[in-house]
T-cell receptor
Framework: GQNIDQPTEMTATEGAIVQINCTYQ??????LFWYQQHAGEAPTFLSY??LDGLEEKGRFSSFLSRSKGYSYLLLKELQMKDSASYLC??????????WGAGTKLIIKP | ETGVTQTPRHLVMGMTNKKSLKCEQH?????MYWYKQSAKKPLELMFV???????ENNSVPSRFSPECPNSSHLFLHLHTLQPEDSALYLC??????????????FGPGTRLTVT
């Protein structure tokens, strides 16, 4: 079956670094997405990986290993506004995204 | 208006009511989606429309009925819902070349409560 796993909740300190992991098992693979969703708001796109390796975009980076079915989102220099849920989703080559349940990230001062 | 808009933002309805959710995208995209988001569960894809044609219906109960009159507008008609249908309903759009999923732009959602 199709499955995306990510931790339910993580806590980190303002100014620190946090890594949110995502593992997937899907029938096909055509890319992996990370979205950010603040409470009560719409998900917004953060990153897309289709090839192995690290993609850096400012304070956020995303890594993919297709052979391991693994990705992570790395957030540096954490700010209070980074408190949100982070959703991992995989394009399973079947014209739709398979979504994880999301990781709620709590930032403490 | 810019991006993806949804109305209403909040809706409370009884199990015998009929209501409709509306979504409009101002991005010139060719694909639109309805998702259901329940607490601590993955986003559930309900329907996909590409160039106004429905391409996916993920075994959604018939009490949910989508309508896509043009590539900018998407409706979700609701009737005789159950309490377990209470959730956040999200609309999204994207520009899809054939055979691939691209970045999706989401609306703010409609928080639906069925009493």
């Amino acid at each position: 079956g199709q499955n995306i796993d990510q931790p339910t909740e993580m806590t980190a300190t303002e100014g620190a670094i946090v890594q949110i992991n995502c593992t997937y098992q899907t029938s096909g693979f055509n890319g992996l997405f990370w979205y950010q969703q603040h409470a009560g708001e719409a998900p917004t796109f953060l990153s897309y990986n289709v090839l192995d390796g690290l993609e850096e975009k400012g304070r956020f980076s995303s890594f993919l290993s297709r052979s391991k079915g693994y990705s992570y989102l790395l957030l540096k220099e954490l700010q209070m506004k980074d408190s949100a849920s982070y959703l991992c989703a995989v394009d399973d080559s079947n014209y739709q995204l398979i979504w994880g349940a999301g990781t709620k990230l709590i930032i403490k001062p | 208006e810019t991006g993806v808009t949804q109305t209403p933002r909040h809706l409370v309805m009884g199990m015998t009511n009929k209501k409709s959710l509306k979504c409009e995208q101002h991005l010139g995209h060719n694909a639109m989606y309805w998702y259901k988001q329940s607490a601590k569960k993955p986003l559930e894809l309900m329907f996909v429309y590409n160039f106004k044609e429905q391409t996916e219906n993920n075994s959604v109960p018939s009490r949910f009925s989508p309508e896509c009159p043009n590539s900018s507008h998407l409706f979700l008609h609701l009737h005789t819902l159950q309490p377990e249908d209470s959730a956040l309903y999200l609309c999204a759009s994207s520009q899809e070349p054939p055979g691939q999923v691209y970045e999706q732009y989401f609306g703010p959602g409609t928080r639906l409560t069925v009493t």
